[in-house]
């Protein structure tokens, strides 16, 4: 059964402390990308990649580290320098970067 | 600011009605998406529709574009409570901010359908 999995569910971060989401996708698609969602706001595009150990910044990357290091994963890190982090997160991936995109369940980040 | 706007925020309907959402957008496109978000979850691709088409279906869903308003609309035919849902359109704004090539999402419509 193909998807994207993300994880954790639910993430706490502690003031300096970077934490990073796990994104896995088994979907063979070349392009994962990974959104930002605040409560009634569209999703916010962070960092994409279109190929393996090749990543770009979106709208809102500062912050905010990837890697890309394997095709089916697509890890995000949170650095201590993003000073508002809580948020919902959602991990994404396609074929094409304007293709229909399938996304994992969210990984919801709030500050302890 | 976004390249897609929905239009209404929100939409309150009951079982069996129609609900209708908009969406406009300000540059040039290859295609049109539109996603749902059910609560706490991940979007679900609905439909795509190309620059080059007016009107497309998918069971009961309906999708019309107009390119030369720059605008598209989303037709849920006899609703259900279980179409309740955020839905958003999404465009590839070619041109458009640090995205270049990539989807670009609006803030969505929040539709609830009662029972």
């Known amino acids: 059964d193909g998807g994207i999995t993300q994880s954790p569910k639910y993430l706490f971060r502690k003031e300096g402390q970077n934490v990073t989401l796990s994104c896995e996708q088994n979907?063979?698609?070349?392009?994962m990308y990974w959104y930002r969602q605040d409560p009634g706001q569209g999703l916010r595009l962070i960092y994409y990649s279109q190929i393996v150990n090749d990543f770009q910044k979106g709208d809102i990357a500062e912050g905010y580290s990837v890697s890309r290091e394997k095709k089916e994963s697509f890890p995000l890190t949170v650095t201590s320098a993003q000073k508002n982090p809580t948020a919902f997160y959602l991990c994404?991936?396609?074929?094409?970067?304007?293709?229909?995109?399938?996304f994992g369940d969210g990984t919801r980040l709030s500050i302890l | 600011s976004q390249q897609g706007e929905e239009d209404p925020q929100a939409l309150s309907i009951q079982e069996g009605e129609n609900a209708t959402m908009n969406c406009s957008y300000k540059?040039?496109?290859?295609?049109l998406q539109w996603y749902r978000q059910n609560s706490g979850r991940g979007l679900v691709h609905l439909i795509l529709?190309?620059?080059?088409?007016r009107e497309k279906h998918s069971g009961r869903l309906r999708v019309t574009l107009d390119t030369s308003k720059k605008s598209s609309s989303l037709l849920i035919t006899a609703s259900r409570a279980a179409d309740t849902a955020s839905y958003f359109c999404?465009?590839?704004?070619?041109?458009?901010?640090?995205?270049?090539?990539?989807?670009?999402f609006g803030k969505g419509t929040k539709l609830s359908v009662k029972p």
């Open positions: 529709i190309r620059s080059n088409e």
């Open positions: 540059t040039s496109i290859n295609n």
């Open positions: 999404a465009t590839d704004g070619e041109n458009y901010g640090g995205s270049q090539g990539n989807l670009i």
């Open positions: 979907l063979n698609h070349d392009a």
């Open positions: 994404a991936s396609s074929w094409l970067s304007n293709q229909p995109q399938h």
